[in-house]
């Protein structure tokens, strides 16, 4: 069974940084997405397994930035210049297949680790 363990999440003030890690039990496409409160969960970036081809959701394109170690098959997401509206529980996700934003694309889901960010 695939194992996601996130972490990182936290309070932080607008225009600060956080940097989110995932840990994966193997090699996977993965992949980051965020769920607001009474909102729906979208789609924040996405990376590939050996090239690292990269994509990104146009409201965090330029400040994230998403990354793999493919020895330590961990999977992190450097978020700068945060916004309030960044706030999110943000989940880690993996799959054997390769989706480039596509939630339900995705098998394999983290607990879910939450960031906010203060005005």
């Known amino acids: 069974q695939v194992q996601l363990v996130e972490s990182g999440g936290g309070l932080v003030q607008a225009g600060g940084s956080l940097r989110l890690s995932c840990a994966a039990s193997?090699?996977?496409?993965m992949g980051w997405f965020r769920q607001a409160p009474g909102k729906e969960r979208e789609f924040v970036a996405s990376i590939t397994t050996n090239v690292g081809i990269t994509y990104y959701a146009d409201a965090v394109k330029g400040r994230f930035t998403i990354s793999r170690d493919n020895a330590k098959n961990t999977v992190d997401l450097q978020m700068n210049s945060l916004k309030p509206e960044d706030t999110a529980v943000y989940y880690c996700?993996?799959?054997?297949?390769?989706?480039?934003?596509?939630?339900?694309?995705?098998?394999?889901w983290g607990q879910g680790t939450q960031v906010t960010v203060s005005s």
């Open positions: 996700a993996a799959d054997a297949s390769y989706s480039r934003s596509a939630s339900r694309d995705y098998t394999y």
């Open positions: 193997g090699r996977y496409y």
